[in-house]
Every structure is written in structure tokens, then in C-alpha cells.
T-cell receptor
Framework: NAGVTQTPKFQVLKTGQSMTLQCAQD?????MYWYRQDPGMGLRLIYY???????DKGEVPNGYNVSRLNKREFSLRLESAAPSQTSVYFC????????????FGQGTRLTVV | AQSVTQLGSHVSVSEGALVLLRCNYS??????LFWYVQYPNQGLQLLLK??????LVKGINGFEAEFKKSETSFHLTKPSAHMSDAAEYFC??????????FGTGTRLLVSP
């Protein structure tokens, strides 16, 4: 079982460059999430999609955009990367309901120089 | 807004000692609470969850947590630490409308 797949695993960008982080899940989950993880700050929610066709801002949405392409795929776009966006990014998915667990990808380590 | 607070960014124990990782929640509705574990260079995986019913919840690897409404707490415990328990642990709450919010994490260090 693939679960949640993120690409790429590592990326180095120059300030001002753009890129899209890809996420796909094969569990027929309804909800998908993007988090960033920084030392001492835990996981902070960037955007989430409660169901196909909807997206909502999380705690730290500035500088990011998302697309829920279909039920399987949820991408995160950095239009003009900044050093403050250096982080580890995790995608997660969840079946439905408040009582179900989220499944995580392996993460994308992004460095902006 | 619903949230969780984890007390202590680092906890150090000796192998065989009790593990106690603290999580307090803030919620205006009955909370749905989770503990996740993250091993180095990996994603997060579920340890256990509290939804409704029994307040003492057992999870994988010998961990358990007790939901205490009066204290707004959901602390994670394990009677005897193993070296393999060294990891970062996250408490989380599903706030409703499928918004899943995490605490800042606690790194567990286990010494021989």
C-alpha cells in the first residue's frame, strides 16, 4: 500500500523561484492537509481540504496556494519562495469524521537560499 | 478555537523509567484527541486516539493516555521506557469541519 505519497523528497530553491509540492493518496480519503514543521513550533497547518472541491486556510497560509485537483491529489504551490519558507512539509489525509486518524506522507525538505 | 498545549519541549528518562508526556486541550465542544509519534526523518503515525466512551485509551507500543475532562488533559504514559521510544510525540485535536491541529511536540530522550 502506497498510502500518502509526496514528491519531491528534497528541494533547494533560490529566493523568488516558484515550485509545486505534490501529494497523492490512494486510500479514498475525503480530507487532505498540508503542514509545515519547524523546530520548536510543531506542525502548523497551512491549508486543508475537508472534501473534494473545497479548500480552507489554516494557521499559516500566507505565501502559499493549494489545489485539490481531484479526490486523490492535493498540491501546494509556492509562487515566490522566501527563506522563511525553509521547512519540512508534510501532506496528510483523513477518511472522514472527527474520530478518524490522519495518515502522513514522508515529508518534503525544502531549503530556500 | 480548539487547541492543544504540550508542556515540555524535551523530556529525558532512563530506560525502564515511567514516561509521562503532557497535553492539555482547549475546546468548547467534546474534543476528539490524538497522540502521534514521529521517528527521525519520517512522517507521523498514530499512537492512540480518544473519541467517546472509555477515558483510558490504550495504544501501540505499550502507550496509553487518559482523558480527564475536569483537568482538560490527555497525558500520554508508558510504564517502562525503551530505547526505541526515543522520538518526537505530538498531541492533536480535530476541531470540527475536519480541521486537525497539532501541539508543538515533545522530544523524548531515553538514556541507558
Amino acid at each position: 500500500n502506497a498510502g500518502v505519497t509526496q514528491t519531491p523528497k528534497f528541494q533547494v530553491l533560490k529566493t523568488g523561484q516558484s515550485m509545486t509540492l505534490q501529494c497523492a493518496q490512494d486510500m479514498n480519503h475525503n480530507s487532505m492537509y498540508w503542514y509545515r514543521q519547524d523546530p520548536g513550533m510543531g506542525l502548523r497547518l497551512i491549508y486543508y481540504s475537508a472534501s473534494e472541491g473545497t479548500t480552507d486556510k489554516g494557521e499559516v497560509p500566507n505565501g502559499y496556494n493549494v489545489s485539490r485537483l481531484n479526490k486523490r491529489e492535493f498540491s501546494l504551490r509556492l509562487e515566490s519562495a522566501a527563506p522563511s519558507q525553509t521547512s519540512v512539509y508534510f501532506c496528510a489525509s483523513l477518511l472522514a469524521g472527527r474520530n478518524t486518524e490522519a495518515f502522513f506522507g514522508q515529508g518534503t525538505r525544502l531549503t530556500v537560499v | 478555537a480548539q487547541s492543544v498545549t504540550q508542556l515540555g519541549s524535551h523530556v529525558s528518562v532512563s530506560e525502564g523509567a515511567l514516561v509521562l508526556l503532557r497535553c492539555n486541550y482547549s475546546s468548547s465542544v467534546p474534543p476528539y484527541l490524538f497522540w502521534y509519534v514521529q521517528y527521525p526523518n519520517q512522517g507521523l503515525q498514530l499512537l492512540l486516539k480518544y473519541t467517546t466512551g472509555a477515558t483510558l485509551v490504550k495504544g501501540i507500543n505499550g502507550f496509553e493516555a487518559e482523558f480527564k475532562k475536569s483537568e482538560t488533559s490527555f497525558h500520554l504514559t508508558k510504564p517502562s521506557a525503551h530505547m526505541s521510544d526515543a522520538a518526537e510525540y505530538f498531541c492533536a485535536v480535530n476541531t470540527g469541519f475536519q480541521k486537525l491541529v497539532f501541539g508543538t511536540g515533545t522530544r523524548l530522550l531515553v538514556s541507558p
